[in-house]
Nanobody, 120 residues
Framework: QVQLVESGGGLVQPGGSLRLSCAASGSIFIIYAMSWYRQAPGKQRELVAQITNVRSTNYADSVKGRFTISRDNAKNTVYLQMNSLKPEDTAVYYC??????????????WGQGTQVTVSS
């Protein structure tokens, strides 16, 4: 079984920073793309940032220049460094990853979500 566990959310003032982490564990053979999504109240879940297994990245226009996604393959962990946070960044942030488990095909896995609130 594969699990993704996020950490690092919280309350921050506008202009502040937070770093989210998401660690994958279990019977992992290969981790392909790792992504961060977010969902604000009353809105659809949206892709924030993605990093492939060769470290190619892409970002939502709304976070370009403020957020940075990275990964540590030795730790099976993906990070999201969020700077210059705005109230509109408030949402539940979800980690997602395409993982091939041992003796299984590749599937998409999701974490439980972590709340990020940007408010003064």
């Amino acid at each position: 079984q594969v699990q993704l566990v996020e950490s690092g959310g919280g309350l921050v003032q506008p202009g502040g920073s937070l770093r989210l982490s998401c660690a994958a564990s279990g019977s992992i053979f290969i981790i392909y793309a790792m992504s961060w999504y977010r969902q604000a109240p009353g809105k659809q879940r949206e892709l924030v940032a993605q990093i492939t297994n060769v470290r190619s990245t892409n970002y939502a226009d709304s976070v370009k220049g403020r957020f940075t996604i990275s990964r540590d393959n030795a730790k099976n962990t993906v990070y999201l460094q969020m700077n210059s946070l705005k109230p509109e960044d408030t949402a539940v942030y979800y980690c997602s990853s395409t993982i091939q488990a041992i003796n299984r095909g590749a599937n998409d896995y999701w974490g439980q979500g972590t709340q990020v609130t940007v408010s003064s």
